[in-house]
């Protein structure tokens, strides 16, 4: 876990996501506030002939509070009309995973049993660990949205809907690169969500989020799309590849996975994480981004994900000024923007193109860059085995490289 100095920015605290670990949860309810009285029967007052002090009858109170209770112009408004229509189709995922917990070497000393005798345990330790979180329906045969880390390693998945069915769910794939997750039970003519494109989604615009925060089925909440684009070093969550809508709509735990919806109740992203101990900040998966991974889920139970085979860092005038200072006459920096290639993998497919350490990118597929994370999505667009063209400064000499995309190494746990 990174730490925090006091002067370092919110937006640099690592995201936490929000999938909530089941607990028991107690509310206290209050008694005595029934307003019943002490007095005798005789003693107390009939309402229905009460007259106040100047002979008036109460029939106009009385008319006033039978009000119909029927819905009017200011009951309802745009919230209500998307949660009519979605609530049905987001979901409630209960989880849970057995753990089981080896035990230390040192107990399997005879030393050790001697001195302990009975008291060291002679079998692993088991015990179940449980979540929540949300998901939205998007195929009407049974196929369920969520985030990859509300499923991930769970033995047992458990899907509840609004109108109190409970269906067992089985992990289609998931992908925890983009934390993208498919979730399918068996059943048919589910209600399903509209998606939109979230190339179209822009800062300001209502953001409305249904799911089930700290077990709690069925809330919404609502705010705006706070800001669009935000990276995955933007809020902490390095180990993602994903660009991030920011919201202030509350978002917390069990709103992992759960729809992120535009006034026309489309989803527009999926909810996956907060800014510890901010408030109004969380952020959203793309729906773009997510339907492309979840098709590849659906169809082929994995992603694979376009590798280059470079570290790199964007270039800003402290890192021009630290790379003139060390005196490297390996590295010349001449360039004033764009993104430094700080190391090449051995056998990789940067280094078979010809990148070498000190190499700007000036621009991948004709996008001019100037962050890596801009890099990371270009490649990410082009897809394993295509031809990446790029424009490099190194020294003073300008470049064109074309770069082919290998699969992502599978990592070792």
């Known amino acids: 876990m990174r730490t925090n100095t006091p002067g370092q920015a919110f937006w640099q605290k690592p995201a936490i996501y929000v999938l909530l670990p089941l607990v028991s949860v107690g509310v206290a309810l209050l008694s005595g506030c029934a307003g019943s009285s002490n007095r005798p029967p005789s003693e107390q007052t009939n309402p229905q002939s009460l007259e106040d002090s100047t002979g008036t009858s109460d029939s106009t109170q009385r008319t006033a509070s039978n009000r119909p209770l029927t819905p009017t112009q200011e009951d309802s408004n745009f919230v209500v009309e998307v949660v009519k229509k979605v609530e049905p189709a987001v979901v409630r ?3 849970s995973q057995t753990v089981r917990r080896q035990l230390p070497e040192e107990f399997n000393d005879p030393f050790f049993r001697r001195f302990f005798g ?13 979540g929540v979180g949300s998901g939205f329906v ?6 369920i949205l969520t985030n990859s880390h509300v499923v991930n ?3 047992i998945v458990t899907v509840s809907f609004s109108d109190g069915r409970s269906l067992d769910g089985k992990v289609l794939g998931e992908d925890p690169l983009t934390d993208i997750a498919v979730v399918q039970v068996s ?5 399903t969500v509209e998606l939109a494109s979230s190339t179209q989604v822009q800062p300001g615009q209502w953001a409305i989020a249904i799911g089930n925060p700290l077990g709690l089925q069925e809330t919404v909440t609502v705010g705006v799309v706070s800001a669009i ?15 991030f809508i920011q919201t202030d709509a509350a978002i917390n735990p069990g709103n992992s996975g759960g729809p992120l919806l535009n006034a026309r109740g489309q989803v527009i992203g999926v909810n996956t994480a907060i800014i510890q101990g901010a408030q109004g900040i969380g952020f959203a998966i793309p729906i773009d981004t997510a339907k492309r991974i979840a ?3 659906i169809t082929k139970g994995r992603v694979e994900h376009p590798f280059l085979g470079v570290k790199m860092v964007s270039l800003t005038p402290e890192i021009k000024q630290r790379l003139s200072n060390s005196r490297n006459p390996n590295i010349r920096v001449d360039a004033d923007q764009g993104v430094l290639i700080v190391q090449v993998v051995q056998g990789s497919p940067a280094d078979r193109s010809g990148l070498k350490p000190g190499d700007v990118i000036q621009s991948v597929n004709n996008q001019p860059v100037t962050k890596a994370e801009q890099v990371q999505q270009q490649v990410e667009n082009s897809g394993v085995g295509g031809q990446l063209p790029m424009k490099v400064q190194r020294g003073g000499q300008a470049l064109d490289l074309t ?3 290998a699969p992502l190494p599978a990592r070792t746990e």
């Open 93 to 95: 995922i209960n989880t």
């Open 118 to 130: 009975d008291g060291i345990p002679t079998q692993p330790q088991e015990r179940v660990q449980r």
């Open 138 to 143: 998007i195929n009407s045969k049974g196929l």
């Open 153 to 155: 390693k769970a033995d």
């Open 187 to 191: 059943a048919n003519n589910l209600p």
């Open 229 to 243: 684009d935000r990276s995955s070093s933007d809020i902490g969550a390095t180990d993602k590849r994903v660009p």
């Open 295 to 297: 098709d590849q889920l």
């Open 403 to 405: 770069v082919q995309p």
